[in-house]
T-cell receptor, first 115, second 117 residues
Framework: ETGVTQTPRHLVMGMTNKKSLKCEQH?????MYWYKQSAKKPLELMFVYSLEERVENNSVPSRFSPECPNSSHLFLHLHTLQPEDSALYLCASSRQGSSYNSPLHFGNGTRLTVT | AQSVTQLDSQVPVFEEAPVELRCNYSSSVSVYLFWYVQYPNQGLQLLLKYLSGSTLVKGINGFEAEFNKSQTSFHLRKPSVHISDTAEYFCAVRAYLGGGSNYKLTFGKGTLLTVNP
């Protein structure tokens, strides 16, 4: 149990489907993140929410749409994805404040396959 | 902007042998440094972190790392590895920046450590 729970663990979807990834944290953190992990590439930061406001959007295509309804929940809505979007999507959380050395706590990820 | 280079993509070793996983970073400002481990089918887990003070930091599972500012390195070491240490290891750096970007953590590409019997 990492304190950050992601569902589903595995997802296979067609390019015309619409699906959502869910992340929930029980650590009392106030910042949440979406990362994309592809083979042979560094982790790519996609979105950051701090105090439920989006503070980072790293040029992510609009077919990925994040939602953060409260500090404990984070969603990633997916639509009309491409096969190259197949990857492990990791959610993380941390405590943001005057001290920016708080480490990230990761969930176990959602393995997404786009067919 | 900061960057992280992990010089070895794969490191095979035998059980009970020592291991060093190399990490170099570049940044124009002060940094915080981290090592994370990822076991198969899991997310990343914090191994250890350097924030300030002693340059030798100890983490979980018997790992340690040494911050070398002059060489801009933060190599991870373990004197004797076990089969269960087989995993991917990621070095990460967070530069201390002003404004709203203090949270940005930059990861290396990872090093796959394989411990053989």
């Amino acid at each position: 149990e990492t304190g950050v729970t992601q569902t589903p663990r595995h997802l296979v979807m067609g390019m015309t489907n619409k699906k959502s990834l869910k992340c929930e944290q029980h650590l009392g953190h106030n910042a949440m993140y979406w990362y994309k992990q592809s083979a042979k590439k560094p982790l790519e930061l996609m979105f950051v929410y701090s105090l439920e406001e989006r503070v980072e959007n790293n040029s992510v295509p609009s077919r990925f749409s994040p939602e953060c309804p409260n500090s404990s929940h984070l969603f990633l809505h997916l639509h009309t994805l491409q096969p190259e979007d197949s990857a492990l999507y990791l959610c993380a959380s941390s405590r943001q404040g005057s001290s920016y050395n708080s480490p990230l706590h990761f969930g176990n990820g959602t393995r997404l396959t786009v067919t | 902007a900061q960057s992280v280079t992990q010089l070895d993509s794969q490191v095979p070793v035998f059980e009970e042998a020592p291991v060093e996983l190399r990490c170099n970073y570049s940044s124009s400002v002060s940094v915080y440094l981290f090592w994370y481990v990822q076991y198969p089918n899991q997310g990343l887990q914090l191994l250890l972190k350097y924030l300030s003070g002693s340059t030798l930091v100890k983490g979980i599972n018997g790992f340690e790392a040494e911050f070398n500012k002059s060489q801009t390195s933060f190599h991870l070491r373990k004197p004797s590895v076990h089969i269960s240490d087989t995993a991917e290891y990621f070095c990460a750096v967070r530069a201390y920046l002003g404004g709203g970007s203090n949270y940005k953590l930059t990861f290396g590409k990872g090093t796959l450590l394989t411990v053989n019997p």
